[in-house]
């Protein structure tokens, strides 16, 4: 996985260092900021809903039952689209922070592109999140002699509570939002 992710380094530093291209589209009214609020959210849905299927039942598939070989093709597929799920995070941040917007949607806009944030760098992060679980559980085997050692990994992927706060503020003052 980690040979993956590092295809899309580039894609890393242009976040570090706030390295955007083009702007796409102009949000100019309210109307046009719902559809494209409504276009983007899909987005976020369909990234999270891929990265629950990927960890929760592709990974556990080609992983395979105990004392079972893994499917080192199925266990690459996984790596591969959860690398492009880290790319697509990415992409969605840096497309959304690059539309031009009237000004009084700056903020909201603003708080709407950090949702992804989060998720892409617990992605980044993974593999290393990985290889010291491993470490740690090697050094603990030669302690155990013999008995099971369970491992276990956990990707969560959640947005940053204070963001989605800070989002509902702005869709408030704007009088965006469904209350």
Not at 33 to 51: P, R
Not at 139 to 157: A, C, M
Request: charged residues 25%.
């Amino acid at each position: 996985m980690e040979d993956e992710l590092h295809k899309f380094e580039n894609l890393k530093y242009d976040f570090d260092y706030g390295v955007r291209f083009a702007s796409r589209e102009h949000i100019d009214d309210k109307l046009k900021l719902i559809g494209w609020l409504q276009m983007n959210i899909t987005s976020l849905q369909n990234y999270v809903q891929s990265a629950n299927n990927l960890m929760n039942n592709a990974f556990k598939h080609f992983f395979g039952e105990p004392g079972v070989p893994a499917d080192i093709k199925g266990l690459y597929y996984v790596a591969s689209r959860l690398a492009k799920t880290f790319q697509e995070l990415i992409e969605w941040h840096n497309n959304v922070m690059s539309t031009s917007i009237e000004s009084d949607f700056i903020n909201l806009r603003d708080c709407f592109g950090k949702y992804t944030l989060d998720a892409a760098f617990k992605i980044w992060e993974f593999p290393t999140l990985i290889k010291n679980k491993i470490n740690t559980t090697l050094e603990t085997i030669s302690e155990k002699k013999g008995e099971p050692v369970v491992i276990n990994i956990t990707l969560n992927i959640i947005i940053d509570q204070k963001i989605v706060d800070d989002f509902n503020k702005e869709l408030d003052r704007l009088k965006l939002s469904s209350n």
